[in-house]
């Protein structure tokens, strides 16, 4: 597996789009084949993967490694459909999605751009990033610590719910360390995705 | 015949996904908010399983099952936690880590 550093933007792609352009672009590139193989990255690419999971995410991504392989779940199936259907019909797919860390939030933008006969170039550009908030501990329980001392924290996605019972939010302090009074439950969309994946398997 | 199972979670989601998911199966179950009502119940109704959450205010899930245990030998007992099974925890109380693994559960159940 190669981190792609010294591997060449594949000629079907580079016919489109000039390597040198695609090498110094902020976003973050990838240029996959129509399986899913990743063919080609940009300094980009390996720079955020670096600063995100360390060298050993290079050598589990690199070039000649699965795209797929990086996302769990149900997401994967997602993105390996929509991939399929861009390279497909030709068509580019476009969406927004959260990308967050514990120390920075992120909405991050995705454009798969089909290369007729070759792949997709899979193009990660930021649409905002800031540091996540680091309120005080005690400003935190005063929003989600429920009227039984306790914080209700979703065991598949691990947000967590709002003493109001409102809203379940992402607090990156207790993703990585719960609150020592955590009971762990079930969000509302965690709720309707185990129930309707469950329900379309009988 | 198939075992009735009283689930007792203090989380109403967690209720509703496991009553449902087991009532897709066949399975006949009953939920309680709490262990103390889970103890009345038990004391009222013939269930067969104790399925029941681990971290809940006042009485654990782990305090509940030897409680129960205590008017009910025979009561089979699972625990779903998302905290590590602790030490003092018996070895026929089967334990089930969060997120579930809703497969293991329903073929320990059925």
């Known amino acids: ?202 | 015949m198939r075992a009735k199972v009283l689930i007792v979670d203090d989380d109403a989601n967690t209720r509703h996904a496991l009553r449902t998911l087991l009532e897709l199966e066949g399975i006949a179950a009953d939920t309680c908010p709490s262990s103390l009502e889970a103890l009345h119940r038990l004391e009222t109704g013939a269930y067969d399983v104790l399925l029941t959450d681990f971290v809940m205010p006042r009485m654990t899930g782990l305090e509940l099952t030897e409680a129960a245990r205590a008017a009910q030998p025979e009561l089979r007992c699972y625990i779903i936690s998302g905290q590590s099974r602790p030490p003092t925890c018996p070895d026929d109380v089967a334990w089930f880590p969060k997120p579930l693994d809703v497969d293991a559960l329903l073929a320990r159940i059925a």
């Open chain 1, 1 to 202: 597996m190669s981190s792609g550093s010294e591997v060449s933007l594949p000629p079907a792609f580079a016919a489109r789009f000039p390597e040198r352009t695609l090498r110094d672009q902020r976003a973050t590139l990838v240029a996959i084949d129509a399986h899913g193989t990743i063919l080609w990255a940009n300094a980009a690419w390996r720079a955020f993967a670096e600063a995100n999971g360390g060298r050993d995410v290079l050598v589990r991504f690199g070039v000649g490694s699965s795209y797929f392989d990086g996302i769990s779940g149900p997401l994967r199936t997602f993105y390996q459909q929509a991939f399929h259907t861009a390279f497909a019909l030709s068509e580019v797919f476009e969406q927004e999605y959260e990308c967050s860390s514990p120390e920075e939030a992120r909405l991050l933008r995705l454009r798969a751009l089909p290369v007729p006969g070759a792949g997709l170039l899979l193009e990660h550009s930021t649409v905002w990033q800031h540091a996540q908030d680091r309120p005080e501990e005690a400003a935190l329980e005063a929003r989600y610590l429920g009227p039984n001392g306790m914080v209700v924290q979703c065991s598949y996605c691990r947000r967590v719910r709002r003493a109001s019972h409102a809203h379940w939010d992402w607090v990156p302090r207790w993703v990585r360390e719960p609150h020592t009074l955590t009971s762990h439950g079930l969000c509302d969309v965690c709720l309707a995705l185990t129930l309707g994946r469950r329900a379309r398997s009988t």
